[in-house]
């Protein structure tokens, strides 16, 4: 980089052990981190302030076995994960290194603000030119080559997926005049051959609505859960032959089939907006973690999305706990949306949270425009920890929310808050709530 | 969850779909529109997406009472530092110095993150040495946190309500730690209990319910340690004679010395003389521990039953009784023991010390057993011999009576043995902590031993610098030869951490 660093103090905030330790593509990584993580590994550590930007740059060089010395470096800014490099022959992405390093700078054992060795400028310089051609790139690819072949594609996969749902259409109601009961004897093999015929009809997320039903008929109470989604799949099908739908419904409807959403031309206002909570969870061979951030100002929902394959870890573009002022640039189909430009972050106090009828009330307009919404986020304000046999979260008035089966018992909720009535960020989901991160006493935000 | 569909609605929308719609009526629940439609099967369908959707939207949220919150704390939580520390290890690095940490932070006055909570109790569950300490820090939000689940019954002090269901029909380690939590507060009570549920009880449970006994031993036991003394299993019976051999005063104590001065009588031209055993009316029951056979049941010759009873009335006998009766001190019991050959009665008198604690006899016995063992104070020892036996050897005995000396007359002890040997001393003799005294003793020692890789000194100061790691104040980290030999860099490393440790907890 041509111009020198700023030789001001920056004040940044630092990232707790957690932040870290949530990069970490598994868990033998982050042991392997820490054991990386001490500053006597680290001859030379620190980090540096870029211009125009309030995250620094972190780099450091560690003594690894034998006489080798790795170069490691990595760029907080970057938008999405936080780009990295190492130069050992690690296979692991981010390699513990990598992780070690900011696990050091986290707990502020490293050397300080400087400018680093020489390579740092040199790969904060590469990393530019090759931001610069993305750039390039990416601008010359957005339009298409040839419009008329993608319109005869778009046909085609049309015609493809009305087909694959009007097969599905007839599977369902065969089932449903033939009865249930049997189902729980018919194994995997018969949601898996449906399910691959949706998916060479390029419906792939209703593919994987069908695939998972092959499980849930083992457990108790199966009936219930796969007439209610016979049922939703159904809607899903009456729903695609509707031209004439509200255009958020309409638009829930061809997201829910698999059509990707197209992102909006121009990123939303720039605002605050705050972090209300994660979740992880497992798809399809894949790692997914979903975001929930709430516009400080327009109070707009918006739900960020990122998949690893086993093995890695999705991105973090934000962190729990605080508010991004960012411009997001969000997808036409629902709340999906991305970062488009980051300018800052800092630690957030609670989010604004409402009753227990406010949070259903909320539930139940999102479903009007997307009945086949899985999880919706919610902030109680004041919720208490209820038990009478299950566990509940409920407001002061005493209505209460089931905690969802896979979230209880929920000790760390129940750690945290002692009980006392505390802000609860949640998911709510068809078959109870979800707890994603609680504020303490204190104000500090801890994710369950 | 309460619907607003009449769940009888719903059910007969399940019940019709798993019959199916060829063989039942599709039923019209009210309340939900009507669906046009000529096929049966897309109409059942069209109401279960109807009805699914009524519920979810609907839902009528119930009205449950909120929990008794946790009173407040008194006690600060650890620093930031601390907690992070705290954290990496419950992630399951350096786990192994949680119980020294939990130590610490109790001994600075301090209380755990509440966040960290449900993960030291649930590891506090599955490794019960780290109980007490946990108890310490845990604070009243851990205490309050225990009280909702069960299985952390552990950690109730005071007045906790027994929960008879619990002991009725609980896995085996929630049934102890039940009991467990009564002797603290009620031990009449905990007798009672464990007197009635003894006939139905396992043999492994009850010499287990039995261990609970340990904590609190006191003469109101006794009746229940002499039934457990006569059980059917040799292990119970075992664990029982342990317990009752560490009962001061006891009426078991006194029947045992009885036998034990037939046994073993001032000799008639040498110091000792010692009986033929034979199983005393009285006592027989208890001691003749393998007169049913061994611990698998399978019967025992005479000899080795003759055996065993002479070192269970040996063992059992309350050591006080035997200076005055044989009119000689214990160190001089201890030689004559050793010079006239017998060993069992040297190694009884001892394991005796280790249980019945006593630092007077450890003290006199320790220069006895260790030459029984080929440690010759005066003379040298011979290091092979300590390495031969370091191990699960019988000198695990000379460190068991080491470990009930009390800290700096143990590492005297050890060092002087050692400086006799001209060896570096063997850390396993030592698994408490170390006086710094020694530990410069120690560094000294590494520092001239200059191990090699595959020499028996290397594995002497490997198994050293095992237990310096642990044992070593943590302040002697830069007082290492590191740059003679890898694992003193490893061991400097390692006392480095716990140094920080120990700083971030102040």
């Known amino acids: 980089m041509s111009y020198p660093a700023p030789r001001v103090s920056f004040v940044s905030e630092r990232w707790s052990t957690d932040d870290v330790l949530a990069l970490a593509p598994d868990s033998a990584s982050g042991k392997a981190a820490a054991k990386v993580a001490k500053p006597a590994l680290w001859p030379v550590s620190g980090s540096r302030a870029e211009p125009g930007r309030t995250d620094p740059v972190v780099f450091g060089e560690c003594s690894g076995s034998g006489s080798a010395v790795y170069q490691v470096s990595v760029d907080l800014a970057a938008a999405g994960s936080p780009g990295h490099r190492c130069t050992c022959p690690s296979r692991k992405f981010p390699c513990k290194h990598v992780l070690g390093l900011l696990l050091l700078w986290a707990r502020g054992q490293d050397s300080g603000p400087s400018d680093g060795p020489e390579w740092v400028a040199e790969w904060l310089a590469r990393r530019q030119a090759t931001a610069e051609r993305a750039g390039r790139g990416a601008a010359k690819s957005a339009a298409p080559a040839d419009p008329a072949a993608a319109a005869r594609r778009a046909q085609r996969r049309e015609r493809l997926v009305a087909d694959g749902l009007a097969e599905l259409e007839l599977w369902l109601a065969d089932q449903a005049a033939a009865g249930l009961a049997g189902l729980p004897r018919l194994g995997y093999a018969h949601w898996d051959t449906m399910a691959k015929r949706l998916v060479d009809c390029q419906a792939g997320r209703v593919a994987a609505r069908v695939r998972e039903l092959g499980g849930a008929t083992a457990e108790p109470g199966w009936p219930h859960r796969v007439l209610a989604e016979f049922g939703l799949l159904r809607l899903l099908c009456e729903g695609h032959r509707r031209e004439s739908l509200p255009p958020r419904l309409r638009a829930a409807v061809r997201a829910r089939i698999g059509f990707a959403g197209t992102p909006e031309p121009a990123p939303a206002p720039r605002e605050v907006w705050t972090v209300l909570g994660r979740h992880d969870f497992t798809a399809e061979e894949l790692r997914g973690r979903r975001f929930w951030l709430r516009g400080r100002d327009s109070g707009r929902t918006a739900h960020l999305l990122s998949f690893a394959p086993q093995g890695g870890t999705p991105e973090s573009p934000v962190r729990v706990g605080t508010e991004v002022d960012a411009e997001l640039l969000f997808h036409t189909d629902d709340h999906r949306a991305s970062v488009a430009a980051r300018h800052a972050e800092h630690p957030a106090v609670p989010p604004a949270g409402g009753t227990v009828a406010d949070a259903l009330r909320s539930y139940a307009a999102a479903l009007a425009d997307d009945p086949w919404l899985e999880a919706w986020p919610v902030v109680l304000d004041r919720a208490a920890l209820a038990r009478d046999g299950g566990w509940w979260a409920a407001d002061p008035s005493g209505d209460a929310l089931p905690l969802l089966p896979d979230s209880v018992p929920p000790w760390r909720l129940a750690a945290v808050t002692g009980g006392a009535q505390s802000t609860l960020a949640a998911e709510l989901t068809p078959d109870g709530l979800r707890p994603l991160t609680v504020w303490d006493s204190e104000g500090r935000a801890a994710t369950l | ?506």
């Open chain 2, 1 to 506: 969850m309460n619907q607003t569909t009449p769940a009888s609605a719903w059910a007969d929308l399940v019940s019709t779909a798993l019959v199916g719609t060829a063989r039942r009526a599709v039923p019209e629940p009210a309340g939900l529109p009507s669906v046009p439609g000529a096929d049966p099967a897309r109409t059942l369908l069209d109401r279960a997406a109807q009805a699914t959707l009524q519920r979810r939207a609907g839902l009528v949220p119930r009205r449950v009472a909120p929990i008794d919150p946790a009173p407040g704390e008194s006690a600060p939580v650890v620093g930031a530092a601390a907690a992070r520390r705290l954290a990496t290890m419950l992630g399951g690095t350096g786990v192994d110095l949680l119980p020294e940490w939990l130590a610490l932070a109790a001994d600075t006055g301090h209380r755990v993150p509440p966040e960290s909570l449900p993960d030291l109790l649930a590891r506090a569950e599955r490794h019960a040495e780290l109980r007490a300490p946990l108890a310490r820090v845990a604070g009243v939000r851990g205490a309050w946190l225990a009280r909702l689940n069960p299985d952390w019954a552990f950690l109730r002090t005071g007045s906790a309500p027994f929960d008879a269901a619990r002991w009725d029909h609980g896995t085996a380690a929630q049934r102890r730690a039940h009991l467990a939590v009564l002797r603290a507060h009620d031990p009449a009570a905990a007798r009672e209990l464990l007197d009635a549920a003894w006939p139905t009880e396992r043999a492994g449970q009850r010499r287990r319910l039995l261990e609970v006994m340990t904590d609190g031993l006191s003469a109101d036991d006794e009746p229940l340690l002499a039934r457990a003394a006569g059980d059917r299993s040799a292990n119970v019976r075992a664990e029982a004679l342990g317990l009752l051999a560490r009962l001061p005063g006891s009426r078991h104590g006194a029947a045992v010395a009885e036998q034990a001065r037939l046994l073993v009588r001032p000799g008639d031209g040498a110091p000792l003389d010692v009986g033929r055993p034979e199983p005393a009316p009285e006592t027989a029951p208890l001691l003749d521990i393998t007169a049913g056979g061994d611990s698998s049941g399978s019967p025992v010759s005479a000899d080795r039953r003759r055996r065993d009873l002479y070192w269970a009335v040996v063992v059992q006998t309350p050591l006080p009784v035997w200076p005055g009766h044989l009119g000689l001190d214990p160190g001089a019991i201890g030689e004559a023991a050793r010079t006239a050959g017998m060993g069992d009665l040297l190694d009884a008198l001892a394991v005796a010390a280790v249980l019945q604690r006593d630092p007077v006899w450890a003290r006199a016995l320790i220069g006895p057993v260790a030459r029984r063992h080929g440690f010759d104070e005066d003379n040298g020892i011979d290091p092979r011999a300590l390495l031969r036996n370091g191990r699960g050897g019988s000198t695990d005995l000379a460190a068991a009576l080491l470990n009930v000396l009390p800290e700096g007359e143990r590492c005297a002890a050890v060092q002087r043995w050692a400086l006799a040997a001209g060896a570096v001393p063997p850390g396993w003799l030592l698994r408490r902590p170390w006086t710094d005294e020694f530990s410069v003793f120690v560094v000294d020692a590494l520092r001239g031993a200059r191990p090699r890789n595959g020499t028996t000194a290397w594995y002497t100061a490997t198994l050293l610098c095992d237990a310096a790691a642990r044992f070593m104040p943590p302040e002697f980290h830069d007082r290492l030869p590191c740059d003679e030999g890898e694992h003193f860099a490893v061991l400097a490393d390692r006392l480095r951490l716990r140094s920080t440790m120990h700083k971030e907890l102040l």
